[in-house]
Nanobody, 114 residues
Framework: QVRLVESGGGLVQPGGSLRLSCTVS????????MAWFRQAPGKQRELVAS???????TYADSVKGRFTISRDNARNTVFLQMNSLKPEDTAVYYC????????WGQGTQVTVSS
C-alpha cells in the first residue's frame, strides 16, 4: 500500500519561511516523479512545484525564486522550502507521487497571516 505523509505546515507571518516534508512508503521512491500542489478555499488545486527522477525541477510562476523543491532518495522524502511567504500562499498543500498512477497525501495546512 502506497502512503504519503506530509508535515511541516503551520501559521507563519508574511515574509516568513516554512519547510514542508512528504515521506513515501510502500513503493520504490527513486522511480517516482514528485510534486507539490496546493488548494486555497474556493479555488482549484494548482501545481506548485515538481521534481523528476533525475531531479529536473519546475515551478509555478507565482513561486519562482521563493520556493525550492528537493528530494532525498535515501529518506524517501521530498521537501518544499518556502521563503518570503505571502498571504496568497495560504492553502492546503498536497504531495503527489507519480509512476503510472498518481498517489496523494492527506495535505497540510499553510496559513500566512499577521
Amino acid at each position: 500500500q502506497v502512503r504519503l505523509v506530509e508535515s511541516g505546515g503551520g501559521l507563519v507571518q508574511p515574509g516568513g519561511s516554512l519547510r514542508l516534508s512528504c515521506t513515501v512508503s510502500g513503493i520504490t521512491f527513486n522511480i517516482l516523479s514528485m510534486a507539490w500542489f496546493r488548494q486555497a478555499p474556493g479555488k482549484q488545486r494548482e501545481l506548485v512545484a515538481s521534481i523528476s527522477r533525475d531531479e529536473t525541477t519546475t515551478y509555478a510562476d507565482s513561486v519562482k525564486g521563493r520556493f525550492t523543491i528537493s528530494r532525498d532518495n535515501a529518506r524517501n522524502t521530498v521537501f518544499l522550502q518556502m521563503n518570503s511567504l505571502k498571504p496568497e500562499d495560504t492553502a492546503v498543500y498536497y504531495c503527489r507521487a507519480n509512476f503510472i498512477s498518481a498517489f496523494w497525501g492527506q495535505g497540510t495546512q499553510v496559513t500566512v497571516s499577521s
